[in-house]
């Protein structure tokens, strides 16, 4: 990986490419081709890489990448496994995460999640949901919070072609309120999205 750099509107990566604040970018590759690693890159969750990842404030100041700081307020990621606590419900789960940032009211994680679900999943475990239906609880966990930057790991990997439109409408709809950029990574293209860039790796 060449240097790096993560700006207030912009990630830039020397020789690589440029990710734009507001725009859609869908970076696809076979399994173990480097998709999660470069999202973990930007994330600031690995320095496998040669090179430096910052941000630059509109003011023009310079921080690390990887300070909490930096994760609250820049970027927000969901996971490939997912990373949710199996004995909370679905809507613990997503509760817990806004307890963090403050960002969206009881009524709001409640209308995302019944968007994706049916509403006697709510109050269940997620042990006892399917894959695809804890895909899309870590959808909706990932949307309470800013971002500058939404990142996308697979998301839609084992949910069906209805349930993928329906995740995208209510991520599109976020990330277009909050001016946002948007990284999917997939096997293979995915038509969820209107992207702006397709890349393969």
Known sequence: MSESEVSGSD????SLVRFEQGMQYMVSAKSGHGKSSLLNFIYGI????????????????VVLQSSRDFKVRQMSYMFQDLCLFPELTALENVQLKNRLTDFKSESEIESMLMALLPSEKLNQPVATLSLGQRQRVAAVRSLCQPFRFLLLDEPFSHVDNENAHRMASLVAGEVE???AGLIVTALDPVDQFEFDKVMNL
Do not use: W
């Open 177 to 179: 309120r909050q001016h």
């Open 11 to 14: 990630i830039y990566m020397q």
């Open 46 to 61: 690995s320095n496998a890489y040669v090179g430096d990842i910052a941000i630059r404030e509109d003011g023009g100041g």
